[in-house]
């Protein structure tokens, strides 16, 4: 269940629970010390009885309030009183006040402002709003009994700036509801989103609201000659799509930007079947694609003045008779011949057909993709950063200041011509991974990708350690699918494309 409603309100209103800040020197934030005030030390009380201090930035504690108005009152710890706050902390705070608030049954108003905390703008405010709102996001669909424990439905945000903070919050649930779709698409099983499914749900999802949604079937991929990505798709009973999205916001003369996303719908590994264990996490594979739909529809909700296209590559990697073989020497729609040497290393196949469509169709300023490409790259990152690789320093940096912006954390990785050697083929162009004496596999994955984009400004985020969390709080959301990418994209296209923010 999604909380229902997030408002601003200038006046607290005198109902529910109250959250308000304690920072680590035990000052407490100007409404906490007037609640104080008016109830005779009950703060200072109770912080001494839950032996609680504001050390612990966003910690929670709540207590019954013996007074008329308020029921509860949930204190948030603050930390460092010089702390300077950031919209990606106003969202984690948000988060934080989601899940103290939601045990307590009952509305809640946020009683902490910008101001309080030497924040000009009342824009930021939207943020703890948008951080609630993501954190109260769950995959239920499914389950006959809902979780009753959660039960915030509503929940007001004191600001001085009523209308401003509305309207800064406004483009940030269409943000979010880009993300919950993100969300949804990875958290779906492969029995319900497979390549057919998953591009009726883009045209379902974006055609109204002014998407150009184009699905390219197999025999128009076989006339484009996308033979590394049919490959791929040949051993599945399910067939592959191209799903190509179009929004035109801006002026025709500008070049889009362009964003490719690895939607393998479930993947086995194929012939080089994978290990039983963990096997059904695969359903994930397509996170990268349904990174890009979030995208789009956070885009044209918020109507961005810009020219993007996306490309959602669409295939189930299965063993069969139909199979592609260990061995297989198959030519890209570049020309360029693969060596498959394992059908398990088959996101960067599918990927080569489409980013050379990408920039041989569109000509776009810059590509970026996504893919849940290589396990090697959780072993490097783990789950708190996506590994970044650019052949673009200015590019890379601008994704690297979006990240920050949004606490989407990606880390950049290197490139160089040692891993490209590396993937050279005695037979074919290339081979699919890296010959046995090169590790850094994600590294060598990235080299493959790089032979497709002729030279374009081009980024990839391997996504394989982030789209999803098993357990802890991550990426503002308790566990599940992340929806990973789609704020740190839509900052960057703002950031550098919108002009103004
Ligand atoms: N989809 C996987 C990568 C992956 C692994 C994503 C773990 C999420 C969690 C990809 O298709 C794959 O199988 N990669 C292989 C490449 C290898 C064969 C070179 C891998 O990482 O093991
Ligand atoms: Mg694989
Ligand atoms: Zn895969």
Known sequence: MVLEKVSFVDKLPKKGSVIVGIHSDGSLSPNAKKIDEDLNGIIAKNLNKLKFTGKTLFKTCSFPLCNEYYNHLIIVGLGDPNREFSRVDFKKLGAAIYAGASKLDEDATVAIEASDLHIPCNCISSYV???????????????????????????????????????????????????????????????????????????EELSHLGVDVEILEQPAMEKLCMNALLAVAQGSANRPRLVVLHWNGGKESELPVAFVGKGVTFDSGGISIKPDEGMHEMIHDMAGAGTVLGLFKAVALNKLPINVVGLMALVENMPSGTAQRPGDIVRSMSGQTIEVLSTDAEGRMILADALWYAQDRFNPSVIVDLATLTGAIVVALGHEFAGLFSNCDNLAEQLSKSSCQTGENVWRMPMSEHFDEGINSDVADMRNIGKPNIRGGSITAAQFLKRFVNDKRWAHIDIAGVEHVSDGDLFVCSKGSTGFGVHLLYDFLKENYVGHK
């Open 129 to 203: 709003g948008f951080g609630a709102l993501l954190k109260s996001w769950s995959f239920d669909k499914y389950k006959s009994q809902k979780d009753e424990k959660i039960r915030l439905q509503n929940l007001a945000v004191l600001t001085s700036d009523v209308k401003v903070s509305q309207e800064c919050f406004d483009e940030l649930q269409n943000l979010a509801a880009g993300i919950f779709l993100t969300r949804l698409l990875v958290s779906e099983p492969a029995n319900v989103i497979y390549p057919e499914s998953l591009a009726k749900i883009a045209t």
